[in-house]
């Protein structure tokens, strides 16, 4: 109960929209990604605080967000406002997102996994 409690809070707090909005994906040079899991690992902080995550880095398909832990950061805690999600996105991993000021996601049909405390 205790996941499912946090992210109905969530959802309390941040607008949830199904369908993406055009707009320019974030500068490719702020992300690192993973080209032989097609994950993005981590962002730079000096990246913008309002990010839309392109569909393909390097010419590679973009299909998750690596969890965040010891060996990457993800997204977490870089102070980000919104974000807005490919369609070609299946998975976002544990804490990726965690300690950030989001207001406002825009998620995909094309997710299939939302790991726990992805925006605790």
């Known amino acids: 109960m ?10 309390l707090l941040v607008k949830f929209k199904k369908t993406a909005f055009a707009a320019e994906p974030t500068d490719s040079s702020y992300f690192t990604f993973d080209e ?4 993005i690992t981590d ?14 880095i390097n010419g590679v398909q973009v299909t998750s967000i690596a969890q965040s832990g010891q060996t990457y950061s993800s997204f977490q805690g870089k102070n980000l406002t919104s974000v807005v999600f490919p369609q070609t996105i299946k998975s976002i991993g544990s804490g990726a997102f965690a300690n950030n ?9 094309s997710l299939e996994e939302l790991s726990a405390y992805v925006f605790y």
């Open 2 to 11: 205790g996941y499912f409690w946090q992210l109905y809070q969530y959802y």
């Open 43 to 56: 962002y730079s902080l000096d990246g913008p605080k309002d990010v839309v995550i392109p569909e393909e």
């Open 36 to 39: 032989s899991t097609g994950a």
């Open 101 to 109: 000021n989001l207001t406002e996601l825009t998620l995909p049909d």
